[in-house]
T-cell receptor
């Protein structure tokens, strides 16, 4: 049972345009969500997070939106740059799980110059 | 500050053998997590150690096991290797989930 789903395995975007990566979850106990970026041959690196008490969090070019009623979150990258080309994973955790993250399957973002 | 370090970087084993993968967390981090990333798949949770104890394990057979040492470093053992165990094994450590995990670069295990 996949509790965190990223239904788009890949996404291509033109440089300078907006990239929107989506993630859905099924476990209503999840109350903290994170996005990670992964380059080949490297471990994932933390990008941005959001608590369920918020519906938006911004950090520079990256913004995460959370729609709790739809159990949906999205990561917006504006403007997209070629260096953003990587695999993006969303992850979720529940307060009671004491820090264990459940990851989605990832979306390969390719930013075309 | 040193990050999470994993060794070896690459490991090639024959089916039926045992593999041992090692992880050193960031200094001060007491929790170590192991994940498997098979080709084309996401990060599958394997094991979580905290303060020397196994706190949780994912949906993997018992031949995947590990331990955490008093210095919080950790070891993942995979016995009776099968071809489908070929994957990137990632170790992560954390202090608290608000800052997320810090991952190592992984060990690429190939079973032939």
């Amino acid at each position: 049972d996949q509790q965190v789903k990223q239904n788009s395995p890949s996404l291509s975007v033109q440089e300078g345009r907006i990239s929107i990566l989506n993630c859905d979850y099924t476990n209503s106990m999840f109350d903290y969500f994170l996005w990670y970026k992964k380059y080949p041959a490297e471990g994932p690196t933390f990008l941005i997070s959001i608590s369920s008490i918020k519906d938006k969090n911004e950090d520079g070019r990256f913004t995460v939106f959370l729609n709790k009623s739809a159990k949906h979150l999205s990561l917006h990258i504006v403007p997209s740059q070629p260096g953003d080309s990587a695999v993006y994973f969303c992850a979720a955790t529940a307060s009671g799980s004491a820090r264990q993250l459940t990851f989605g399957s990832g979306t390969q973002l390719t930013v075309l110059p | 500050e040193a990050g999470v370090t994993q060794s070896p970087t690459h490991l090639i084993k024959t089916r039926g053998q045992q593999a041992t993968l090692r992880c050193s967390p960031i200094s001060g981090h007491t929790s170590v997590y192991w994940y498997q990333q098979a080709l084309g798949l996401g990060l599958q949770f394997l094991l979580w150690y905290d303060e020397g104890e196994e706190r949780n394990r994912g949906n993997f057979p018992p031949r995947f096991s590990g331990r955490q040492f008093p210095n919080y470093s950790s070891e993942l053992n995979v016995n009776a290797l099968e071809l489908e165990d070929s994957a990137l094994y990632l170790c992560a450590s954390s202090l608290w989930v608000g800052t997320g995990y810090t991952f190592g670069s992984g060990t690429r295990l190939t079973v032939v």
